[in-house]
């Protein structure tokens, strides 16, 4: 990571100095024109990937250039949540030529090229972003032709500058000022449904040592169900979460079809923890300690108070004693990913589209990333079943074994789903708070002028989001760059953005997708069928020359498409 950061840092003039402008404003960079006829683009080049490859397993069979405007998915298995899988903007379309350079010099990650309604003008680092109108956007164009991301971790901050009038809007607004912002006419406060979840997860590996112990006592199941039943979820939510937050009784969330099908979880039981992690061996408790990043988010308000609570009623219900270790967030994010985050630790999700798909699939399938170690084979199986399946009735019963099982095994333990808010000046027209968190700045606009300001939780990671699964992140990547399809404003629903339409085959097994014609890049380069190939493929297989991102991780394709191509050999 830190080798990754330094060649952006050095790309952009280093850390603390802004993207470097042209004398437009705009960042320096040259259109990439590719020469000649459109040569058609298909991947794998020496055809259809096998499905039935030992190791494999993967949904993508092959993506093909049919003709210019026109892209072929071919599928290993029907998949019913396929439109908005390739909505999320982990798979947003970059320019091909661009991407050959960029990508290898890590000069993508600071100055992307997109086909959205914004472009970066400047970042800022350590303080703020600006955003400025996309020349070359199809659309309509954006209310106001200059957005400014600013960032703060503390919500008191974020509500003062608010109120000052510095900013015109705010994400998650704390749990005690919701009632401030609605008491206030200048104010308008725009809240969201808990389409998320907080977990306190565990890394199950034998070697994964929390503090100082010589094995993991994670590794023990029993452990696992022992410490599940030994926190009070309720007190947690009741003293950290604003009004509208739930227990989780399930990990998915019960908004989303099939989340809550099946047995709830642990109810709290102090004493039957404590016999139980007595059986296991530890009658007097072990020494751990609990990992988070103290970024603000709709899941986890207060992350540092919430793991203080936790710390307490470990050790006063199971005897269980814990250091609090806290990560910069992105560090952190990487470590949770290669599985480097040990003992307990402090994280959580947000829908990225409503389907259990995305929420059991990327935290348990089979191609989920190692931060709970070691997956459990029965456990993924059920989620396969459930995921490759049309039928409700199977579905159905896939879902109830999926939730049965993650009980049992107890990888995380669901804390909440957390009520949250977005906070706008009330005369801002077109302000809302979207159930995704991907909030367009583009149909926003102040009656101030011209210049939208925002301020949310924390900086963004980087802006190539095929690699990253950071919320803030993925924001400024809604801007500025476009997939095939995106969720519609305000909702949930995968409407068609670059495509105009994807339509699958009667076996569900293809998906054939129409694009649109005369778009073009920020930096002027054409928008074809090629880019979408390209896109695609540098996530899809980690032998292509472009699999490099930022960590080259990229756990939203291996999470939501089951495996890579040419995946690693099993450590």
Avoid at 295 to 302: E, T
Avoid at 377 to 393: E, F, N, R, W, Y
Avoid at 437 to 445: G, I, N, Y
Avoid at 521 to 533: C, L, M, R, Y
């Amino acid at each position: 990571m830190f080798t990754v950061l330094g060649l952006v840092l050095a790309a952009c003039g280093g850390q603390g100095q802004s993207t470097s402008p042209s004398a437009s404003g705009a960042p320096s960079v040259q259109p990439s024109v590719s020469s000649g006829p459109f040569a058609p683009m298909s991947y794998p080049a020496s055809g259809p990937a096998d499905c039935k490859a030992k190791g494999y397993n993967g949904e993508m069979k092959e993506i093909k250039a049919v003709d210019e405007h026109t892209v072929q998915f071919s599928l290993c298995y029907p998949d019913g949540s396929f439109l908005s899988k390739i909505a999320f903007s982990a798979f947003q379309i970059q320019d091909s030529q661009y991407l050959q350079t960029a990508m290898v010099s890590h000069l993508l990650l600071a100055r992307p090229v997109g086909t959205g309604p914004y472009m970066l003008k400047e970042w800022q680092r350590g303080d703020h972003m600006t955003l400025q109108a996309n020349p070359n956007y199809w659309g309509d164009k954006p209310l106001v032709s200059t957005v400014v991301v600013k960032w703060s971790s503390e919500a008191a901050q974020r509500l003062v500058e608010l109120q000052a009038g510095t900013v015109d809007g705010i994400d998650n607004p704390g749990t005690d000022d919701f009632k401030t912002i609605e008491a206030n006419p200048a104010l308008k406060l725009y809240k969201r449904a808990g389409l998320n979840i907080a977990y306190l997860g565990f890394n199950n590996q034998p070697k994964a040592t929390g503090f100082d112990n010589s094995k993991n006592p994670m590794a023990n199941e029993k452990v696992r169900q022992a410490i599940a039943m030994g926190i009070d979820r309720k007190r947690i939510v009741d003293n950290f979460y604003p009004a509208g937050s739930t227990v989780a009784d399930f990990f998915t969330p019960c908004e989303i079809k099939y989340g809550c099908v099946g047995d709830k979880w642990y109810g709290f039981d102090a004493a039957a923890a404590k016999k139980m992690l007595a059986d296991a061996g530890f009658p007097n408790g072990f020494t751990t300690k609990i990992s988070l990043r103290d970024v603000v988010r709709g899941y986890l308000p207060d992350p540092k108070s919430v793991a203080q609570e936790i710390q307490s009623q470990l050790k006063n219900n199971l005897g269980i004693t814990t250091t609090i270790d806290v990560q910069e967030s992105g560090a952190y994010l990487d470590n949770a990913s290669a599985g480097k985050l040990t003992g307990l630790y402090l994280l959580g999700w947000g829908a990225d589209y409503p389907d259990q798909t995305d929420f059991v699939d990327y935290h348990f399938g089979q191609g989920a990333s190692d931060q709970f170690g070691a997956k459990f084979p029965d456990l993924v199986a059920a989620i396969q079943k459930g995921a490759q399946s049309a039928d409700d009735a199977v579905r159905t019963s896939a879902y109830t074994e999926v939730n049965k099982l993650i009980k049992q095994h107890v990888p995380m333990i669901p804390l909440a789903h957390g009520a949250s808010a977005t906070a706008f000046k009330a005369d801002v027209s077109g302000a809302y708070a979207a159930p995704l968190t991907d909030e367009r700045f583009a149909v926003m606009k102040p009656a101030s002028g011209d210049q939208l300001t925002f301020m949310q939780n924390a900086e963004p990671i980087s802006l190539y989001c095929g690699d990253e699964t950071d919320g803030e992140t993925l924001r400024l990547c809604e801007q500025i760059n476009q997939g095939l399809y995106t969720y519609k404003v305000g909702g949930t629903d995968a409407v068609p953005d670059l495509a105009t339409e994807c339509t699958p085959s009667s076996d569900q097994l293809t998906w054939t997708c129409k694009l649109r014609q005369n778009v073009k890049f920020s930096n002027g380069s054409s928008f074809d069928a090629n880019d979408v190939v390209t896109s695609y493929a540098l996530e899809w297989d980690t032998k292509h020359p472009l699999h490099i991102g930022r960590t080259a991780a990229f756990d939203y394709w291996k999470g939501l498409f089951g495996n890579f191509l040419n995946p690693a050999p099993p450590a």
